[in-house]
Structure formats: C-alpha cells, structure tokens
C-alpha cells in the first residue's frame, strides 16, 4: 500500500552512492528509519536512497527537504539528532551542515578539486604523427551525451570503427542508450554498438570493447580534428573525425567535454 505523499512534512534523501555505502550510510539510513517508525512519524516524512550527490569527499551524505539541507560525515548517532531536529522544530542542526540555502559556500574540510582535462601537447604519435593531443572523459556521462550532441549536429563528422569503412554522421537515424552497458548508433541498414558504461571486470569480451580512453586530437599539417577512442589495452576501437577545425562539434567538444581547457590550438 503506497502511502499518501500529500501528508509529508519532510523529505530525507541519503546518498546510497559508493563512497556513502563505503562511509556507512546503509547504518545511518536504518537508523533514521527505525526513529520515524518507532516516534510515529512513518506517515508523514518520506525516506529516499539516492545516487552519488557529488560530494563524495564528504560521505556520508544526505538533503533534507523542506529547506534544502545538506549534511555531511553522517553516522547513526548524528542522524537521529538531525531528524528529530528537522521534525520537531524545524530546526538544523547547524554544526553537521554541509551547505544550506543562502551560504556563499558550502562547509568541508575534505575539497577535492574538481578534475579537468589536461590542456593539449605535442606528441609524436604512432599512428597520427606529430599532433596536438588531450584525453577527455570516458565515462557514459560524457560519452552518451558527446554522441547525443554529434547525432543532433551530424555536419561534417564521420566515424570510422575499426575494420569498418567510415560512416557519416549525417546517416545515424538515432542514438539509443536503453542497453545496460551499450550505446546503439542506429543507421538506415546497421546498428553499431559502443560499450560505454562500467563493464564487470571478469567479462573479458565486454573489457575489450568498453571505450576506456577517448583522446582529442589535432593534425596541424594536415588541419585535422578528431577523436580516437581506446580500449584499457590501447587497441583502438573507433575514430571520428570533423571536417574543419570551426566544426560546430568539434567546438562543443573543447567547450563542454574537455572544459575550455586548452588555448587556441592554430597558435600552438
Ligand atoms: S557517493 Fe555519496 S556523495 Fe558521492
């Protein structure tokens, strides 16, 4: 039987992502519903597990809602307090926050710096020569959305798998990522396959194609752009390359997949 949501005074979302399953959130979870069941409070708040909240370093997490409240390093003793602080008084307990609406900035001993792509280098490649060379992310986070991106602004991209002979973007019909570990670029006669997402380590075959570097590259002698992805083994699986280096797409990719982190590549 669902419960009637229309009753909720209070949401609390915790953070059942890796590092807070590793940091103990399983603990703090039960504990903060054994409260509201045992204080008959179950009816009336609403407990969420959700993925990773982005603040791993401080694991772990949970938000509490009304209010936006984020609190950090949370064990079984401390989320009692922060419940019933929540549900009697509306009140936070402020020393364990995270960030609240309204600070400047949120509160952790623990920041990492984000990570961002290195700026490109010169390198001598086997295959590609003299270049221009960066590695980007190749996560399905970044890779979904760079062929989501490609497919909907196909002018100018071809991609080349290897052994296959090169495809325009122009003719992918669609990009479907439904598949648990698999990407499907689809055409009017093929599907081509992209392993993108995390693969069990003991599938060899699925190791074997799982995207696992995906390199930007610039040819200055030739004026040629392109990526090149890899395997963990370093056999290439596929290359795409742009027809100009003012390639619509090519500019997304140093904007929004490699962050604006490298200069004017001409000048280089
Ligand atoms: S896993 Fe909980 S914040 Fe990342």
């Not at 609403?46 to 950090?72: L, M, Q, S």
């Not at 086997?126 to 959305?145: A, K």
């Not at 071809?158 to 669609?174: N, R």
């Amino acid at each position: 039987m669902g419960k009637n949501i229309a009753n909720t005074t209070h949401t609390f979302f915790f953070c059942d992502g890796g590092s807070c399953q590793k940091a103990g959130s399983e603990k703090v979870v039960r504990e903060a519903r054994a409260y509201l069941r045992n204080n008959e409070h179950w009816n009336n708040t609403h407990t969420i597990k959700t993925r990773c909240n982005g603040r791993c370093e401080d694991a772990p997490t949970c938000i509490v809602h009304p209010g936006e409240f984020w609190y950090k390093e949370l064990t079984p003793e401390k989320i009692t307090h922060i419940v019933k602080g929540h549900i009697n008084n509306d009140c936070p307990l402020e020393t364990e926050l995270l960030f609240k609406k309204g600070w400047q900035k949120h509160a952790s001993d623990k920041e990492i710096p984000p990570f961002k792509p290195k700026p490109f280098e010169l390198k001598n490649d086997t295959e590609l020569g003299d270049c221009l060379i960066t590695r980007g992310f190749s996560s399905d986070q970044y890779l979904y959305p760079l062929f989501l991106y490609f497919a909907e602004n196909p002018k100018g991209i071809t991609l080349s798998m290897a052994g296959d002979k090169p495809i325009p973007f122009t003719e992918i019909t669609a990009v479907n990522y439904a598949k648990t570990y698999t990407l499907e670029l689809e055409t009017a006669t093929d599907c081509i396959s992209l392993t993108i997402a995390g693969v069990p380590k003991d599938n060899k075959e699925l190791q074997q194609s799982k995207i696992s570097s995906t390199e930007y590259f610039y040819q200055k002698n030739v004026n040629q752009t392109g990526i090149r992805f890899k395997n963990k083994f370093g056999e290439v699986l596929g290359i795409i390359k742009f027809d100009s280096i003012e390639n619509l797409a090519w500019k997304y990719c140093t904007k929004i997949q490699l962050q604006n982190t490298s200069q004017d590549l001409t000048s280089l």
